[in-house]
């Protein structure tokens, strides 16, 4: 261990006490990074686990009921992305994470805000920052899979109508609320809850980016085994990003624009009419996936050197933040 990872580790030792499971008035913060910062008792791991995704399956359910009364029943493989499917599924998602947060944060004993950062407050300029920065991988990428698998992309022609407008005006509420309350819930909650069986950092990291791409897999009933190798490499790539950073604000920002930017896309070239989305077998051609497994591994390289750039100044270098893992280390862990 090089003397710099020694004065992280102690510093962040100083800062939060590792959790003491016999005595619930401490709190549950932990010496770790973002993602594994908090712990919980097994059974209340296992709580968490099972509501994260119940919750999202209950509360969807709920909701799309309320869109079926209104415009008929939907094909569950082949949902077509109405303006109300789409405020239904950002609605129904969003909820789900607030319930998250809450449970979380009343499980661990620990501030709701500690489950969007760890050792800092959430940070909107970052958020920001992180947004606008993020087109740039996923319009490289949406080039790409154009021009190499285009036959993925289900695009008819380009056309803009009242159908599309309104498509579109729904997609810049609805998508936020849906990326970044699927990262509140899989990310800043799930993962933690399984990383608390652990006390190594490594351990317990790795198994929260299995049982969170699972159950992030799993909530998207997809049956094509690329898309879900897709989900466990986009939920590594995210997990990691907030191993770096500290928070959720780039995981979220990264999400927010891959989908607001896909969404947007798919409606303009869906002639004026409802997105169909395919989650049969065989779906997902591997050509377009493994672009935007790509795409996925380029974002956290692009968040390390943003993080690695902010702790410097006039090149000196500055501590990470407690709950952040310093850049040049954090690929070690």
Same mark, same amino acid.
């Given at each position: 261990m090089t003397d710099k990872m020694?004065?992280?580790?102690?510093?962040?030792?100083?800062?939060?006490?590792?959790?003491?499971?016999?005595?619930? $008035?401490r709190p549950a913060l932990a010496d770790r990074p973002f993602g594994v910062h908090f712990r919980l008792p097994r059974w209340k791991s296992l709580i968490v686990l099972i509501a994260v995704p119940l919750l999202l399956l209950v509360v969807q359910v709920l909701v799309f009921h309320a869109v079926a009364m209104i415009e008929g029943p939907a094909d569950p493989l082949m949902p077509r992305l109405t303006p109300l499917? $789409?405020?239904? *599924?950002? +609605?129904?998602?969003?909820?789900?994470?607030?319930?998250?947060?809450? $449970?979380?944060?009343?499980?661990?004993? +620990?501030?709701?805000?500690?489950?969007?950062?760890h050792g800092r407050k959430f940070d909107w300029r970052r958020l920001g920052l992180y947004f606008a920065v993020s087109a740039v991988p996923v319009g490289l990428s949406v080039i790409a899979t154009a021009l190499i698998a285009p036959q993925s992309t289900g695009w008819v022609n380009f056309e803009v109508g009242a159908t599309t407008i309104v498509i579109i005006l729904v997609t810049l509420v609805a998508t936020p609320l849906q990326a970044a309350g699927e990262e509140v819930a899989f990310r800043g909650a799930v993962v933690p809850a399984a990383g608390s069986w652990f006390r190594s950092v490594r351990p317990a990291i790795l198994l929260g980016i299995i049982l969170s791409g699972a159950l992030f897999a799993l909530v998207h009933v997809s049956f094509d085994p690329w898309f879900v190798s897709y989900m466990f490499v986009f939920t590594a790539c995210t997990v990691s990003m907030g191993l770096i950073s500290g928070g959720l604000e780039a995981a979220m920002a990264f999400h927010v624009s891959n989908n607001l930017v896909v969404s +947007?896309?798919?409606?303009?070239?869906?002639?004026?009419?409802?997105?169909?989305?395919?989650?049969? *077998?065989g779906s997902g051609p591997g050509a377009s996936l493994a672009i935007l497994m790509v795409m996925n591994v380029a974002a956290v390289g692009m968040v390390w050197l943003i993080e690695r750039r902010k702790r410097s100044s006039n090149g000196t270098k500055v501590p990470a933040s407690a709950g952040q893992v310093d850049p040049n280390v954090a690929l070690h862990l």
């Open positions: 020694r004065a992280v580790h102690r510093r962040d030792h100083n800062f939060f006490q590792e959790t003491d499971m016999t005595n619930p $008035l499917t $789409l405020l239904a *599924s950002g +609605i129904s998602t969003a909820i789900t994470a607030l319930i998250a947060t809450v $449970l979380v944060a009343r499980l661990a004993k +620990i501030p709701w805000r500690s489950v969007f950062s +947007i896309l798919n409606a303009l070239f869906a002639g004026n009419d409802a997105t169909v989305v395919d989650r049969a *077998s």
